[in-house]
């Protein structure tokens, strides 16, 4: 991620990802258990969508899929309209790495790395020299605001700081789609809305993809749609400015 890439114009509005009938089930023994059935979605670049809905409604498995780690039983999904269910593995992996940064709500440091070795790991799957890694590692902490907390252990952050080095983190290899799983779940909602907050500005300025499943509906605020999954359909409302 170059200091002139990631301050890159938003995206034109055009679908970064398009779900046509797409169904999964998970087979358990003779019991089949299905999750979703002909779903269809369109999220378009430089989106920030929240997804909600009760536990079990199938808001991780969407996740999931749209991340490449689950693929559906059927149907198809596209991304910048090029289909990503039927790839390999391998493929997916490759896929993966060069377009999708990770968000959890247990920041899954490494606890034996610093700050800046833990932002670089991404990076070491890729031909980048270390000079250039680290070049990529100082603009992400920079980014977030941690510059300064460059060689602290993970162990010596608050819980707000170690998900700005996860946000670093995810955003160092300068991903289209930023992928949130509670991202503030385990946040109290001061620390919650700064990290929401720079999510906003990572949507707005400088036009990252962001899909957040939340169960917090003050998070869902900061998002520009919010989607309710319940039963495996989805009930879109726009938010309010």
């Not at 809905?53 to 749209?66: Q, V």
């Not at 090029?82 to 790495?97: G, Q």
């Not at 992400?140 to 819980?159: N, Q």
Request: charged share 25%; proline share 4%.
């Amino acid at each position: 991620m170059s200091e002139n890439s990631i301050s890159q114009k938003k995206m034109s509005q055009e679908n970064i990802f398009q779900l046509s009938d797409v169904s999964k089930r998970f087979v358990r023994g003779k019991e089949t258990l299905t999750i979703f059935e002909g779903l269809d979605l369109n999220i378009e670049k430089g989106d920030f969508v929240a997804i909600m809905g009760p536990s079990g409604s199938g808001k991780t498995t969407l996740l999931n899929m749209l991340g490449g780690v689950d693929q559906p039983t059927s149907g198809i999904v596209k991304f910048d309209d090029s289909p990503i269910e039927s790839l390999s593995e391998n493929e997916l992996a490759k896929w993966r790495a060069q377009n999708v940064g990770y968000i959890f709500q247990f920041y899954n440091l490494m606890p034996m790395l610093n700050a800046a070795k833990n932002v670089e790991l991404p990076l070491m799957l890729t031909n980048l020299n270390h000079k250039d890694r680290l070049e990529r590692v100082a603009t992400a902490l920079e980014l977030v605001g941690l510059e300064d907390r460059a060689s602290h252990m993970p162990s010596e952050l608050s819980g707000g700081q170690q998900q700005r080095v996860a946000i670093a983190r995810a955003v160092v290899s300068d991903p289209k789609l930023l992928l949130c799983d509670e991202p503030t779940g385990d946040l109290d909602r001061q620390t919650a809305d700064e990290i929401l907050e720079m999510l906003q500005l990572l949507n707005r300025e400088f036009g990252k993809t962001i899909i957040m499943v939340t169960h917090d509906p003050s998070a869902s605020k900061f998002a520009n749609r919010v989607l309710h999954l319940d039963k495996g359909e989805f009930v879109e409302k726009e938010l309010s400015s």
